[in-house]
């Protein structure tokens, strides 16, 4: 029997976090990655992996990521691997967190990754109990604090007193300036690349948080790219006479971006247009419709969607809190996709002025490559215009 003198430290880390949600529930944890206290919306991710592209994707500004697959930082960060070459989601919460880490492409451990871009995580929480309550009760502003000083009575005032409805998020994840995109997707992961031409389209892509893979899979179907601010006047787009313009993914509310929306009003049916995730909602706004927050949002990569059209299901990976009513819709104006989890719109059409656009992300393949056609729909729309004009 070994006898204790004094005070011995524990050889395991304590509780040092507590993360306090809106509706009054207090939730302890282990900290690892930046310390402080931060402020934002909490929301839930099924997918099993990527959570070096989850923590980089710029649709997630704002938010606090909740990873309901317990086994996160194990292969550590990789190269390779970013959505984006930054990171952007305020938060991530883990049940189980390796600090150790297994793969031959590790160049350092996610807890130092985190650190380095002050980016809070947790650890030893209950992540699904936590996801049972956002799923009931919708998503939830949480405040997420290491700071001892803090009451809980505090941090729950701070969730109660901030709000992520109504913010312009895009304009602080996308470019300042326009810029040439050139960079294809590599040859050992380009799956499909034969019977294209090297007949470039010019496309102006707006950048609302464009995932750079979307860029990637543009250029290797044959598209040359220049990428503009979310504030870049429809005017000099057009006047670049581009053969089509893309609308990207972001973050946030549609209706807090009414420029955005303007935008895309003063393009459509002056050339063909693509948009993807916020650039969907933004063009479902433009066209006369209405678009509304959903109660948890869909986040994760197993999203089953029923392509109307092509009669067949896609395996999906979607990140979005908005979503648009196809009842509110002019008429002529078709809905392609269907997501069959809860019947909501993910995709539409308006042939007669030249427009396509998805709920989710074809670039992303978790199915693996379920989407990657809508790449060649866009072009073959491009070409269709060519040969009208």
């Not at 290797?220 to 313009?245: F, H, Q």
């Not at 949002?297 to 990976?317: D, K, L």
Request: proline share 5%; charged share 20%; hydrophobic share 35%.
């Amino acid at each position: 029997m070994v006898k204790l003198l004094g005070v011995v430290e524990r050889p395991w880390k304590t509780s040092d976090a507590r993360l306090v949600l809106e509706d009054g529930s207090v939730w302890k944890a282990k900290s690892f990655g930046a310390t402080g206290t931060q402020v934002g919306e909490v929301v839930f991710n099924t997918s099993l992996t990527g959570y070096q592209e989850i923590l980089t994707d710029p649709s997630y500004a704002g938010q606090f990521v909740l990873m309901t697959n317990p086994h996160i930082g194990n292969t550590g960060v990789n190269l390779g691997m970013w959505t984006i070459n930054k990171a952007y989601g305020s938060c991530l919460h883990y049940m189980t967190f390796f600090r150790s880490t297994s793969n031959w492409r590790c160049t350092k451990t996610l807890e130092d990754y985190l650190t380095e871009r002050n980016i809070m995580g947790i650890y030893d929480v209950d992540t699904r109990a936590i996801t049972r309550r956002l799923r009931q009760d919708g998503s939830l502003i949480g405040v997420l604090s290491t700071e001892e000083v803090k009451s809980d009575e505090e941090l729950l005032e701070m969730s109660r007193s901030w709000d992520i409805v109504g913010v312009d998020l895009i304009s602080g994840v996308s470019c300042t300036e326009p810029y040439e995109w050139v960079d294809r997707t590599k040859p050992d992961w380009d799956f499909n690349n034969e019977g294209r031409g090297e007949v470039f389209h010019k496309v102006v892509a707006y950048d609302f948080g464009i995932k750079h893979n979307i860029l990637r899979r543009l250029a290797s179907y044959g598209c040359k790219i220049t990428v503009v601010p979310s504030n870049w006047p429809a005017s000099e787009a057009l006047k670049m006479n581009p053969d089509g313009v893309l609308f990207s993914n972001g973050p946030g509310d549609p209706s807090a971006v009414p420029y955005a929306v303007e935008t895309v009003k003063n393009i459509v049916g002056k050339a063909p247009v693509f948009g993807i995730c916020m650039g969907h909602q933004l063009l479902g706004q433009a066209l006369g419709g209405k678009t509304f927050k959903m109660k948890f949002g869909h986040h994760g990569g197993n999203h089953p969607v029923r392509n109307i059209r092509a009669n067949r299901v896609e395996i999906s990976a979607q990140n979005h809190n908005y979503a648009v009513d196809p009842t509110s819709l002019p008429e002529g104006v078709e809905v392609t996709h269907v997501n069959l989890n809860d019947g909501s719109c993910a995709g539409l059409a308006f042939p007669a002025l030249k427009v396509m656009s998805l709920q989710y992300h074809p670039e992303a393949s978790p199915g693996p490559h379920d989407s990657d056609s809508v790449f060649g729909e866009f072009i073959e729309l491009m070409k269709q215009s060519k040969q009208q004009a």
